[in-house]
């Protein structure tokens, strides 16, 4: 008879685990205090974690190759990384605005907007 995997187990648990004590996972797995976001980014970080010390993370070269493609991506630009492509108006869209009797257009560019 096969035993139960205890990883398995751990990561099985988290769904019913109250929030405290997946406060208190976070505390011990990542040797600090836990973000204030909701449950679900504890249990799915927590999971990842857990799964990471079992049985290894990711390996040197699949993180340089996911950093080359952030960078081929958005030059490295930490604002630009930040900004959802569907977030933007379409290039060549012109955005209008009256202010104090006077319109002002602003152009949606390939850069970002020209005014």
């Not at 204030?36 to 993370?57: D, K, T």
């Not at 933007?88 to 602003?106: K, S």
């Amino acid at each position: 008879m096969t035993r139960p995997n205890p990883i398995l187990a751990r990561l099985a648990a988290l769904k019913t685990t109250p929030t405290p004590e997946l406060r208190q996972q976070w505390r011990e797995l990542f040797q600090g205090e836990p973000p204030p976001y909701n449950r679900r980014h504890l249990e799915s970080r927590l999971a990842y974690r857990i799964q990471e010390l079992a049985w290894g993370g990711l390996k040197p070269e699949t993180i340089r190759r996911l950093e080359r493609l952030g960078e081929e991506l958005d030059g490295g630009d930490r604002k630009k990384s930040r900004i959802r492509a569907d977030a933007m108006p379409i290039t060549g869209t012109r955005l209008l605005r009256e202010w104090q009797g006077v319109e002002q257009v602003v152009t949606v560019t390939a850069d970002g907007f020209e005014w």
